[in-house]
C-alpha cells in the first residue's frame, strides 16, 4: 500500500480567527526538523515552550502538539495539557512527562497514542515530512471546562468557542 497522497493544508487558518501572540523554543525551530528528543523513538520529551503578548483578558492557557500529516482523515494529537495557569508563560523541557510535571491544576487529556502526556513524532516509516505544530492557546476562561476524561477533539471544539488567541510553532520529522 502507498501512502503518496496530497499535502493536509495547515489547519490553524481554517479556524475562527484569533488574535496571534508570540511563542518560541529553545527546542523547536519554527518550520525545521524537530531535535531527536521530541521523537517517540527516542524519548517523548516535550519541548521548552516560552510565550509572550498574549490578549488582554487570558486567564488560562491550552498548549497542544497536532501532526495533520498523519496518513488518517483526523490528523494526530501528539499533546493536549489543559488549564495552565494565566501566570504561567514558560513550559520546561519535559513538562509533557505527566500531570505532577505541569504547574498548578493543569492536567493532560489523552493523546492518539493513548498517554495521558507529550508522545513524540512517530510518522510512519517512508512516509512524507510530518508537521508538529506546537500551539498555545490564550483562554478567556480560567478552566477550559472539561476534564482528562475528554477527547483531544472535545477539548478543540471548546476552544473554538473560548481562544482569544493563538502562538503557533511547528517544527518537522521524517522517519
Same mark, same amino acid.
Do not use: C
Given at each position: ?34 531535535k531527536p528528543d521530541q521523537v517517540n523513538a527516542h524519548g517523548d520529551t516535550s519541548p521548552h515552550l516560552s510565550w509572550s503578548g498574549a490578549p488582554e483578558g487570558t486567564k488560562s492557557y491550552v498548549v497542544t502538539c497536532f501532526d495533520p500529516d498523519a496518513p488518517i482523515v ?22 509533557? @512527562? ?5 504547574? $498548578?491544576?493543569?492536567?493532560? *487529556?489523552?493523546?492518539?497514542?493513548? &498517554?495521558? #502526556? ?19 492557546? @490564550? ?5 477550559? $471546562?472539561?476534564?482528562?476524561? *475528554?477527547?483531544?477533539?472535545?477539548? &478543540?471544539? #471548546? ?17
Open positions: 500500500m502507498s501512502l503518496d497522497r496530497p499535502v493536509t493544508p495547515d489547519p490553524y487558518p481554517l479556524l475562527p480567527a484569533a488574535e496571534t501572540f508570540t511563542v518560541v523554543s529553545d527546542d523547536v525551530t519554527d518550520g525545521e526538523r524537530l483526523s490528523g494526530f494529537w501528539h499533546w493536549v495539557a489543559v488549564d495552565i495557569p494565566a501566570d504561567v508563560t514558560e513550559l520546561a523541557v519535559g513538562a509533557g @512527562a505527566d500531570d505532577a510535571s505541569l504547574p $498548578g491544576n493543569a492536567f493532560h *487529556v489523552r493523546n492518539d497514542g493513548g &498517554g495521558m #502526556n507529550f508522545m513524540g513524532a512517530a510518522p510512519p516509516e517512508g512516509d512524507q515530512v510530518h508537521r508538529y505544530f506546537f500551539v498555545v492557546h @490564550a483562554v478567556g476562561e480560567e478552566t477550559l $471546562g472539561v476534564d482528562s476524561s *475528554v477527547s483531544p477533539a472535545v477539548v &478543540g471544539f #471548546n476552544l473554538a468557542f473560548k481562544t482569544l488567541g493563538r502562538a503557533i510553532i511547528h517544527g518537522t520529522w521524517q522517519s
